[in-house]
């Protein structure tokens, strides 16, 4: 802490889960949070403002547009039911499809980070991004362009997150997570929002993006410090991958081994007998299920 019983906006942001662009954000543009200020200008924020971005937190999860919150915050316990209001992220996602059908990347965009700068990344994945990933896949068989949406948007969320990522990982000191795609598996967009999601709770993330021959991962293991290997996959993975790729990645490493995704919901039972964990299909539930096995104070740099 800068003070005693303060905390500065980068601790904040790895106690919520709220970057802090989208604390800044909800300060300038919603005034839910007044933190401090040091002679300097750096905000400083107290146990109750951590309670209070929770809580908002928990808001936004039951439907809450944020630009309400602070009613639903007030003394009435009916205030937030009241606010329910219309679907958001009903017309967020309406929106999306609409600038992916005309192939319009400023549009999309617009869209994209409108929603970022108001929620966090775990909200924006879980309300907006997933369903919009089932909506193109679904658009794939019965809609003429479909496959070339799902490309489209492919390479717009490839680009965007690999920014974020980047920009994001010089101010990491956390732990440090392994994160790759399963062989076969050629769209890393769900690694790289984890990677992201990883990097709001001050994780570091090696990055080895899609199609990743685990065969090679102890290599890298051996040449930096790695807390935690974490895989991905929505597929079925080739022959072999889970009944004995998996299993000599395990026995090769001294960290734990992960797998999100769809894969390791159909596939739970196989990839627990490799030694691994299955951790599902849910991001947030993921992340905090490798938090909690990562009980141990983090490696020296």
């Not at 109750?48 to 316990?77: F, H, K, T, W, Y």
């Not at 990491?172 to 929002?193: D, Q, S």
């Not at 490493?253 to 159909?266: A, C, I, K, L």
Request: with cysteine; hydrophobic share 45%.
């Amino acid at each position: 802490m800068a003070e005693t019983g303060y905390f500065p906006i980068r601790t904040v942001s790895e106690l919520t889960g709220v970057n802090a662009v989208t604390l800044r954000a909800w300060e300038r543009r919603y005034g839910l949070i007044n933190p401090k200020r040091t002679p300097k200008g750096h905000r400083l924020y107290t146990r109750a403002d951590v309670e209070m971005i929770r809580e908002v937190l928990r808001l936004i999860a039951r439907g809450i547009p944020v630009s309400q919150a602070r009613v639903a915050l007030g003394p009435e316990p009916a205030a937030a039911k009241a606010f329910a209001g219309p679907d958001l992220w009903s017309s967020y996602l309406d929106a999306m499809i609409a600038a992916i059908s005309e192939f319009d990347e400023a549009k999309l965009d617009g869209v994209y980070q409108e929603a970022m700068a108001h929620y966090p990344v775990d909200v924006v994945t879980k309300q907006l991004l997933t369903p919009l990933l089932k909506a193109l896949g679904d658009r794939w068989d019965r809609t003429a362009g479909g496959i070339a949406e799902e490309h489209f948007f492919g390479v717009y969320m490839r680009n965007k997150l690999g920014a974020r990522f980047h920009h994001r990982r010089h101010h990491a000191r956390g732990r440090r997570l392994l994160a790759a795609c399963l062989p076969g598996e050629h769209h890393e967009l769900g690694a790289l929002l984890l990677a992201l999601a990883a990097h709001d709770r001050g994780y570091r993330v090696v990055l080895l993006g899609a199609n990743m021959p685990l065969a090679q991962l102890p290599y890298v293991l051996q040449r930096t410090r790695i807390d935690a290997v974490v895989l991905s996959s929505s597929i079925q993975p080739p022959a072999g991958t889970l009944d004995r790729a998996l299993p000599k990645l395990v026995a090769a490493s001294d960290v734990p081994v992960f797998v999100g995704g769809q894969t390791s919901t159909r596939h739970r039972d196989a990839i627990e007998r490799s030694g691994a964990v299955a951790v599902g299909d849910e991001l947030v539930t993921g992340i905090e299920l490798i938090s909690d096995m990562l009980s141990s104070p983090p490696r020296a740099p």
